[in-house]
């Protein structure tokens, strides 16, 4: 199985800050076949039901404010939030669906 | 409008059994690979498992198999997982989720209890 580790847990910052979560794999999320990286994040704020944020590593959903941004690829993988507002106040989980699916441990971001 | 809704959650005594259900609507169901995902208490996200378009191929978390069963039925618009030999560690909240481009849409998730 793969494991997917999350840094920090938890962190909290001040609005107007960037905000940096790392996720790595116990093996590689990237294809060959295709050069994705099968990885995912949500955010879940408190009390709703997660929402995805970004799939293949990089690529943000519709909707989803340009200041979320993925990067990484391989085994080490960055949510990077720039510019936090009040409400990305959640925990944030990345996936990999890969090898059917693993989340993260969750990393808890709250706002000074 | 893409929902999804969860029914069946309660109260069970270890070693019992119950069948959440999941009904969907706002697109079309059978397109979709589903899946179980689920929630303990002030935990993390937990994937449950996975079931093929129509229904022919499911997978399992490790931690899972053999105790729970996902099912679909697609005329009803439907997914369903049926628990049984349930533990205390299976007391949670279980979300119905639909794969798209990941796990895109989410139901508002189901309470289960399992206490003696």
């Known amino acids: 199985d793969i494991v997917m580790t999350q840094s920090p847990s938890s962190l909290a910052v001040s609005a107007g800050e960037t905000v940096t979560i790392n996720c790595k794999s116990s093996?590689?999320?990237?294809?060959?076949?295709?050069?994705?990286?099968?990885l995912a994040w949500y955010q879940q704020k408190p009390g709703q039901s997660p929402k995805l944020l970004i799939y293949?590593?990089?690529t943000r959903q519709s909707g989803v404010p340009d200041r979320f941004i993925g990067s990484g690829s391989g085994t080490d993988f960055t949510l990077t939030i720039s510019s936090v507002q009040a409400e990305d106040l959640a925990i944030y989980y990345c996936?990999?669906?890969?090898?059917?699916?693993?989340f993260g441990s969750g990393t808890k971001l709250e706002i000074k | 409008e893409v929902k999804l809704v969860e029914s069946g959650g309660g109260l069970l005594k270890p070693g019992g059994s119950l069948k959440l259900s999941c009904v969907a609507s706002?697109?079309?169901?059978?397109?979709?690979?589903m899946h179980w995902v689920r929630q303990a208490p002030g935990k993390g996200l937990e994937w449950i498992g996975e079931?093929?378009?129509?229904?022919?191929?499911?997978n399992y978390a490790p931690s899972i198999k053999d105790r729970f069963t996902i099912s679909r039925d697609n005329a009803k618009n439907t997914l369903y997982l049926q628990m049984s030999s349930v533990r205390s560690e299976d007391t949670a909240t279980y979300f119905c989720?639909?794969?798209?481009?990941?796990?895109?849409?989410w139901g508002q998730g189901v309470m289960v209890t399992v206490s003696s």
């Open positions: 989720t639909l794969w798209h481009q990941g796990l895109d849409y």
């Open positions: 706002g697109f079309t169901f059978s397109n979709y690979w």
């Open positions: 079931i093929e378009y129509d229904g022919t191929e499911t």
């Open positions: 093996q590689s999320l990237l294809y060959s076949g295709n050069q994705k990286n099968y």
């Open positions: 293949w590593a990089s």
């Open positions: 996936q990999q669906y890969y090898d059917t699916l693993t």
